[in-house]
């Protein structure tokens, strides 16, 4: 599986933005896809995921209720809507996939389960 991002940018404090994630190649197996991100000096962390069938997804604390995961049947991948961004919200963003399915969603917050991921795209929030 390929993945590729796409959609960032500079915004400003409050504003919103749409990035996507195109798949190709080998997605029949796909159980999840998600967005993780990382901002110059820290650790990747977990952003948001869903479930392959729509039906299901878990977002980390600090964006729940700011930012919406979906399925882009266009792209055959996912999009990450955000909204009411913060300058905490900066970081290059990574969409990834998994072909191990879970018993529920909350385990793909793990980035262990993920064995494909893409190449990242920025989000700069300026103050």
């Known amino acids: 599986v390929q993945l590729q991002a796409s959609g960032g940018g500079v915004v400003q404090t409050g504003a919103s933005l749409r990035i996507s994630c195109t798949a190709s190649g080998r997605t029949a197996r796909t159980t999840a896809m998600g967005w993780f991100r990382q901002a110059p000096g820290k650790e990747r962390e977990f952003v948001a995921a869903?479930?392959?069938?729509?039906?299901?997804?878990t977002y980390r604390d600090s964006v729940d209720g700011r930012f919406v995961i979906s399925r882009d049947s266009a792209k055959n991948g996912v999009s990450l809507e955000m909204s009411n961004l913060k300058p905490e919200d900066t970081a290059n963003y990574y969409c990834a996939s998994s072909s191990t399915y879970l018993p529920n969603v909350a385990y793909y917050m793990d980035d262990r389960m993920y064995d494909a991921w893409g190449q990242g795209t920025q989000v700069t929030v300026s103050s």
């Open positions: 869903l479930t392959w069938s729509g039906l299901y997804s």
